[in-house]
């Protein structure tokens, strides 16, 4: 297992345009959460899935953000009509083996970096 | 809802020196405190973490501490070398609900060789 993955790693797109990330959790994690780091702050919580439940939104996760987790395993991230305020680097975590001592420790992926112009 | 403050922003040592990153936390509710390095260009890598039932937590050059009743915890870096230079972020969460995490704003770390 190589860990958390996500794609594409760099995104760069017009204001307006729609974007959709992917995020690929370790396997048999059955939590996924996806993040938002802008410059200079901590990663801010935007939502998570429980299997391919989405069990929680953050105020920051405006109508143009939807986020699905089909069949419990990768999750995409879209954003509509993007605007500037978007850009940032948008992390995704897993977490809660099936099995395991260790069921609280979140594992992120390398991030894709959105950029709107 | 939790909040977690870190400071200072930035702290410079010299190698071989050691590092203490200090955070305080609002939510007493709060039981799962990790500490996380993030090097430009990556995610954040999980380094260590504690539960509030346990004081301190070793793993070789890396330790943690918890005050629960101050509600603060600390990371401890000893025998600094330049790879170590990095932001590091503490985060505290609940683990009876959905755990996510609130991170603090990050430290950078500089070790000067």
């Known amino acids: 297992d190589t860990g958390v993955s996500q794609d594409p790693r760099h995104k760069i797109t017009k204001r307006g345009q729609n974007v959709t990330f992917r995020c690929d959790p370790i396997s048999e994690h059955n939590r996924l959460y996806w993040y938002r780091q802008t410059l200079g702050q901590g990663p801010e919580f935007l939502t998570y899935?429980?299997?391919?439940?989405?069990?929680?939104k953050s105020r920051l996760l405006s109508d143009r953000f939807s986020a699905e987790r089909p069949k419990g395993s990768f999750s995409t991230l879209e954003i509509q009509r993007t605007e500037q305020g978007d850009s940032a680097m948008y992390l995704c975590?897993?977490?809660?083996?099936?099995?395991?001592?260790?069921?609280?420790?979140?594992?992120f992926g390398p991030g894709t970096r959105l950029t709107v112009t | 809802g939790e909040n977690v403050e870190q400071h200072p922003s930035t702290l410079s040592v010299q190698e071989g020196d050691s590092a203490v990153i200090k955070c305080t936390y609002s939510d007493s509710a709060s039981n799962y405190f990790p500490w996380y390095k993030q090097e430009l260009g990556k995610g954040p890598q999980l380094i260590i973490d504690i539960r509030s039932n346990v004081g301190e937590k070793k793993d070789q050059r890396i330790a943690v501490t918890l005050n629960k009743t101050a509600k603060h915890f600390s990371l401890h870096i000893t025998e600094t070398q330049p790879e170590d230079s990095a932001v590091y972020f503490c985060a505290a969460t609940y683990t009876g609900a959905n755990s996510k995490l609130t991170f603090g704003k990050g430290i950078t770390l500089s070790v000067r060789p």
């Open positions: 899935f429980q299997n391919e439940a989405q069990l929680e």
């Open positions: 975590a897993s977490s809660l083996p099936l099995r395991g001592s260790r069921p609280y420790e979140q594992y």
